[in-house]
């Protein structure tokens, strides 16, 4: 089975603070996702990457940065928390999207800012 | 834009009943995959079912089943013999063709009474 592992369940952090978010996968998955879910609005896509050192922008980029160094790891980066960055974070990652095969999910990770 | 629609914030059912969850969705793709993904109070996304849209037959697993209306852009969720762990929220996602972006609905919270 694929195992995608967030480093953390809970984390609080104080506003300001450089924030950083890891996520593993062991399956060398080229497709690494980090989405955001917040009740109401779904889960809607910070960034992804298809490669090492390769990375898109999803729908809400503003206030993340990420980096992908290593094929099997993915980080999601707070340059400077804010209170609205208060948020469930999900890691995810899939082989290339032309098998339609599904993403798989790490157990998320809830970020409170204070 | 691609967007998928899930019109029921929350819904009930009875132990042993079924229960159908509704989700819409729009593309301007002919071949593509849609998804039903559950999350349990766990917190891990786990994927219920897939339907690939140039199939005509509704996919199946179990106790879970589809009905999908490729016209209609339609792709509701049937679960049959419903249990007390099919409580979760539950989310319908499409692929958006030619990139690695998932679109995914704003969740239906489903409530299972004994």
């Known amino acids: 089975d694929v195992k995608v592992t967030q480093s953390s369940r809970y984390l609080v952090k104080r506003t300001g603070e450089k924030v950083f978010l890891e996520c593993v996968q062991d399956m060398d998955h080229e497709n690494m996702f980090w989405y955001r879910q917040d009740p109401g609005l779904g889960l809607r896509l910070i960034y992804f990457s298809y490669d090492v050192k390769m990375k898109e922008k999803g729908d809400i980029p503003e206030g993340y940065s990420v980096s992908r160094e290593k094929k099997e790891r993915f980080s999601l980066i707070l340059e400077s928390a804010s209170t609205n960055q208060t948020s469930m974070y999900l890691c995810?990652?899939?082989?290339?999207?032309?098998?339609?095969?599904?993403?798989?999910f790490g157990n998320g990770t809830r970020l409170t800012v204070t | 834009a691609q967007t998928v629609t899930q019109s029921q914030p929350e819904m009930s059912v009875q132990e042993a009943e079924t229960v159908t969850l509704s989700c819409t969705y729009d593309?301007?793709?002919?071949?593509?995959?849609l998804f039903w993904y559950k999350q349990p109070p766990s917190r891990q996304m786990i994927l219920v079912i897939r339907?690939?849209?140039?199939?005509?037959q509704n996919a199946t697993e179990n106790r879970f089943s589809v009905n999908f209306q490729k016209a209609a852009k339609s792709f509701s969720l049937k679960i049959s013999d419903s249990q007390l762990g099919d409580a979760a929220m539950y989310f319908c996602a499409c692929p958006t063709s030619g990139t690695y972006k998932y679109i995914f609905g704003t969740g239906t919270r489903l409530k299972v009474l004994a």
């Open positions: 593309t301007s793709e002919s071949d593509y995959y």
């Open positions: 995810a990652s899939s082989p290339p999207q032309g098998s339609g095969t599904p993403l798989h």
């Open positions: 339907q690939e849209a140039y199939k005509q």
